[in-house]
């Protein structure tokens, strides 16, 4: 596997990625970013690149469109052994992205709040983030993703070992992990809606 190049990081839980970031800094891998992530990265002395700038389209709709694109799908979604994918990522001038590191806005917190109204439920259900997500993780063989802070330090710790890369197995356990956590979070968002569907007062 080729080493990594470039990385997508945005999240709600900042918890651990400064250090996170800084290390694939100094690995040489370019860090896109959005909103808030980028401004904590930023404020921490680190090189971002907005994702607005990569793609050439800016934020929309207060936010709710911003990884949306298929410069950001395009990059993960590609296979690198496959012609075809090659040809049209040049073709269409897409960059690669090699990991994805997100966490989904806080809906589980935000519906766990007294008084917390349903119009602020549903702006925390998360699009842009699952979208990316399962994007890598269908595309683990070539992309890292992660999902979990936990995460971050054996993630480094296997990097720095490999020259800047992560193993087939180390990227398949990653890419389940995935597919667990979207899973229960699209179930509380269910549970939640089949519960405000048997609130007479909607």
């Not at 710790?157 to 193993?167: A, F, I, P, T, V």
Request: net charge neutral; proline share 3%.
């Amino acid at each position: 596997m080729a080493r990594m190049k470039r990385a997508i990081i945005s999240v709600s839980n900042k918890k651990g990625i400064v250090e996170f970031a800084k290390e694939l800094e100094s690995m040489g891998i370019e860090i896109l970013s959005t909103g808030g992530t980028a401004k904590t990265l930023r404020d921490a002395g680190i090189r971002v690149k907005d994702v607005s700038e990569h793609t050439g389209s800016p934020e929309m709709l207060d936010g709710r469109v911003k990884t949306l694109h298929p410069r950001v799908h395009g990059g993960l979604l590609s296979r690198r052994n496959n012609p075809k994918d090659m040809e049209e990522i040049r073709k269409y001038d897409i960059e690669m992205i090699d990991m994805v590191v997100v966490n989904l806005y806080p809906f589980e917190e935000t519906i766990s709040k007294p008084g917390v109204t349903f119009e602020e439920a549903i702006e925390n259900i998360d699009i842009g983030g699952p979208a990316m997500l399962r994007s890598a993780s269908k595309n683990f063989r070539d992309v890292a993703v992660v999902v979990d802070p936990s995460d971050y330090g054996r993630i480094l710790e296997e990097m720095r070992e490999r020259g800047g890369n992560l193993s087939y197995e180390t990227r398949l356990k990653l890419a389940q992990k995935v597919f667990r956590r979207t899973s229960r979070y699209d179930g509380a968002i269910a549970d939640y809606l089949a519960r405000v569907i048997g609130d007479e007062n909607l």
